[in-house]
């Protein structure tokens, strides 16, 4: 899939509850919305709660929160400073990747 079309989608699913839900279910259009907040609310990545798998793959640091279901969101620390496995914790943005379950692309 061409990465404009899923940027399109993730925040469409991030921002509209109905649209979550149509692409998601309802289960895990919730876990999707909470994990969303919980970002949003947080100043650090690193105060977000919960537990992540950390990637680092292309010189690139990704986390991945558990939706359920097999299901991960997979989010990219974005900041002015490198990211790595030792300071992914003070960044204060991210991109919202793709939502993933059982190696197919959901969003």
Same mark, same amino acid.
């Given at each position: 899939?061409?990465?404009?079309?899923?940027?399109? +989608?993730?925040?469409? $699913?991030?921002?509209?509850? +109905? $649209? $979550? !839900? +149509?692409?998601?279910?309802?289960?895990?259009?919730?876990?999707?919305?909470?994990?969303? $907040?919980?970002?949003?609310?947080?100043?650090?990545?690193?105060?977000?709660?919960?537990?992540?798998?950390?990637?680092?793959?292309?010189?690139?640091?990704?986390? *991945?929160?558990?939706?359920?279901?097999?299901?991960?969101?997979?989010?990219?620390?974005?900041?002015?400073?490198? *990211?790595?496995?030792? *300071?992914?914790?003070?960044?204060?943005?991210?991109?919202?990747? !793709?939502?993933?379950?059982?190696? +197919?692309?959901?969003?």
């Amino acid at each position: 899939m061409e990465l404009s079309y899923l940027t399109s +989608k993730i925040r469409s $699913a991030a921002t509209d509850g +109905k $649209a $979550a !839900r +149509k692409m998601l279910g309802e289960d895990l259009a919730r876990s999707f919305h909470s994990i969303v $907040a919980d970002i949003r609310d947080a100043m650090y990545m690193g105060e977000v709660p919960g537990t992540q798998e950390i990637e680092l793959a292309d010189g690139k640091i990704g986390l *991945n929160y558990l939706l359920g279901h097999l299901a991960v969101l997979e989010v990219e620390p974005i900041g002015s400073a490198p *990211n790595d496995v030792h *300071n992914w914790r003070q960044v204060h943005r991210v991109r919202l990747l !793709r939502i993933v379950q059982d190696g +197919k692309v959901l969003v």
